[in-house]
């Protein structure tokens, strides 16, 4: 990237190149790519993107230790991921070219910023008159939509909300409209300002800050939500009184229209203050909640390691992992996606570059799939050499895609044949086999580095993994907000998230707080199939369904008609009739009503009878009856609070459709017609265990841990949910990682001690007089000996017996 005319200059992106690798001298050859966080996909041909022509100069790219393109950021220099610049030094060249790159880049970094200096004032945030303008229109048409959205609610035309009334559907479309408006204003913001602008320059490296907080600073502060949802009424109907009652408009419910430039109005102030004091006493909960739970964790899991059959078990050998992580592998050392051992993108790239292919020849599609199957059978290649099947398999997978690709540009190639001349053919034929393809030298130069690699990411034998596991799980609790309430794609209904919910899934807890089901469909595709199956689950009691309860009281006899709005019936496509009804009566314990009470008049009428008692109590008895009648369940599943259609989107033409079922009851929920069981999945371990067995409450342990973590944008190593649901699990029921879920874990009296109840578990031992093997980590450190954990679990041994001694040569003929 040289400056060459008028004069010649040096640019940024050289120095960059200068600090990789300063002279010729220095063999380290950078090859990597990076997407920055202003990375946008702007520039398309013929359908596929042209990453590096990114307007924003958002994609990096380095090429043997040369910036192509690219403006350097978090992503790259900081972000502690395994992507980044300094990670890939480390990985290729060892510590000391990321140490020096490092200094390098520290030193003129300072001294950049002493010459000229970063700083932030008051005209940073002052918005031109233009800008104002723009932001006006947003926020006005966005309140003009809500107040349609308020007119069609109190005319009673509002469209609802699957699984909502009108009130939930008006709240969900009005805070989707206010959320919006915070988005728009934002995203005009960052068009509009400068870009020497410092709070933008500061968003955009990643270094601080979001588009959010300049938009609040600049444009519009927004909605403050206090428990997850709009301002609540603190006075009859209305949030304060400067308002009036009832009234649903933004600014009555915590929309903040104005700037922190601008400044706030009272009521805007006011607002933002209850917000503010709900973040403040989170934080405050959220430490305390956090710290006990990562105390709680590493108790339970403080004494596993890996031992050197691969197993993982805790201090008095039982096994809790066959082979860690199913694959042996380090953690911390997993360069690829979703914790894969490697990015094979990233290396053939590099054995690409770094293997000169001028003038040899290219591979055709066939050689390549020889070679590789030739490489792949060797004996460090099998589960004896020490390879998992899942490593084997992604490499094949990644190669195979790679020969498909090629075989795609030979084809493309070939049918060009007949369209042009012999002579320029050969040449056309040359050049589109020198750009495709890869050499036999770089083939096994990447497949060698590969396994290598794979090797040597192996975890070793006496690794603390029960304390790091611990540790990975309990240290991004304190980074979640405490209480966050949603659910992706369905607009009233709540989860709970955060640390609420990792606090639910580690205490194994018998009852949650949102137990949801998701029901997966046979026939997926089809709304009225799915509106027929919810009809199965969901309770529906006789007053739902009924056009009349009636009593009748004549000389002769008592009894209550029952008459069924059948229109009502059909259009919510249930199947229900007068006999269904009956089957309902009769089975509810409570009525205590038998075949002879209820007679079925014609398909939507019945006469129900109360006991023959006696005649001063058949009034109360037909009262009684009348009452407990609507409240029948007659069809549905007892436990099923709601259930709410979910409509998702993979293509434009094609929608998915599935079930979020509101309560318990697996069971008959995966029992339900229309319902495909084998994909159905519950958030509640417990009933999962009970309903599947211990395997799948494992699962769902992994499962609900990662989408928590996920949620709030956080990405743990899946080897370590992995160790925490085997330990939970291991026994053969789901125990909580309490003080009474460890105690059933069967630990030593000195561990169980030092956790809590100190003085109950000495004094219980004392009387049974238990014996202490001291083996765990918490027992060796009371008693002030070794740990048996990483090179504690050594053992030097002296022989004590002597041995006999051994004489060599024929023995002497005379002996004294």
Sequence with gaps: MDVLQPVELWTGKQLFSVFLRPNANVRVFLNLTVREKNYCKDLLVNGREIETMCSKDGFVYFHNSELISGQLGKATLGNGNKDGLYSILLRDYKAHAAAACMNRLAKLSARWIGDHGFSIGIDDVQPNEKLRGQINLIINKGANECDEQIKLYNEGKLPPEPGCDAAQSLEAKITQKLNDIREKTAKQLM?????????????????????????????????????????????????????????KTPAAKGFVAHSFYDGLS????????????????????????????????????????????????????????????????????????????????????????????????????????ELVESRLSKHDMTPEGGCSAAFKTSLKNFLDE??????????????????????????????????????????????????????????????????????????????????????????????????PRIKEIINGSKKISTPIITAMLECDNNVNVARIVRGRMEKIRLGQIAKSIKAVLTSREASVFVTLDMDRIQE?????????????????????????????????????????????????????????????????????DRVVISKEKEKPETSKYKLFVEGTGLLAVMGTE?????????????????????EAARAC?????????????????????????DVMTSRGEVLGITRFGIQKMDRSTLMLASFEKTADHLFNASVIGKEDRIEGVTESIIMGIPMQIGTGMLKVRQRVDVPPKLSYGPKPILSS
Excluded at 293 to 304: C, F, P, Q, V, Y
Excluded at 407 to 412: G, P, S, V, Y
Excluded at 428 to 453: H, M, N, W
Excluded at 701 to 708: K, L, P, Q, W
């Design 191 to 247: 068009k509009e300002l400068h870009w020497r602008n410092s709070p933008l320059i500061m968003s955009q490296c990643g270094s601080k800050g979001s588009p959010i907080n300049i938009s609040q600073m600049v444009a519009c502060v927004g909605q403050q939500s206090v428990g997850g949802r709009r301002a609540p009424n603190g006075f009859i109907d209305r949030s304060l009184p400067h308002f009036p009652r009832k009234d």
């Design 266 to 369: 009272p009521t805007e102030f006011f607002f933002h203050t209850m917000g503010g004091r709900e973040g403040l006493v989170d934080t405050a909960v959220k430490t305390a909640d956090t710290g006990y739970m990562s105390r709680r964790l590493i108790k339970a899991l403080e004494d596993l390691f890996v031992h050197y059959d691969n197993t993982v078990r805790n201090a008095s050998g039982s096994t809790i992992q066959f082979c860690y992580g199913d694959d042996g592998m380090d953690p911390s050392q997993m360069e690829g996606k979703n914790g894969a051992p490697l990015n094979f993108e990233r290396l053939f790239l590099k054995a690409k570059v770094t293997c000169p292919a001028e003038g040899v020849e290219k591979l055709s599609p066939e050689k390549v799939s």
């Design 402 to 499: 790679y020969v498909k690709s090629l075989k795609r540009t030979w084809e493309t190639c070939d049918s060009t044949k007949d369209r042009v001349k012999k002579e320029n053919f050969a040449i056309v034929k040359q050049i589109v086999q020198q750009i495709s393809g890869a050499t036999a030298r770089q083939l096994e130069v990447f497949l060698d580095t590969c396994i290598s690699r794979y090797h040597s990411k192996k975890i070793e034998p006496g690794t603390a993994i029960g304390a790091i596991g611990a540790q990975s799980i309990g240290e991004p609790g304190t980074q979640m907000t405490l209480k966050t309430f949603h659910f992706a794609g369905v607009a009233s209904m709540n989860i709970t998230l955060g640390v």
């Design 572 to 640: 919510a496509q249930l199947s229900i009739d007068a006999n269904v009804v009956k089957d309902a009566i009769l089975r509810t314990p409570r009525i205590k009503l038998k075949q002879e009470h209820v007679r079925v008049l014609d398909f939507k009428k019945l006469e129900i009878l109360p006991h023959k008692s006696d005649r001063s109590e058949i009034l109360f008895n037909l009262n009684n009856l009348e009452r407990m009648l609507p409240r029948i369940i007659v069809k549905g599943i007892k436990t099923v």
């Design 674 to 694: 229309g319902v495909d069981g084998r994909k159905t999945k519950s958030n509640h371990i417990i009933e999962v265990q009970q309903t599947l067995g211990i």
């Design 701 to 725: 342990i992994i499962d609900e841990i990662e989408y928590t973590m996920n949620s709030h944008g956080m990405s743990i190593d899946k080897r370590h949910m992995m160790l925490l649901a």
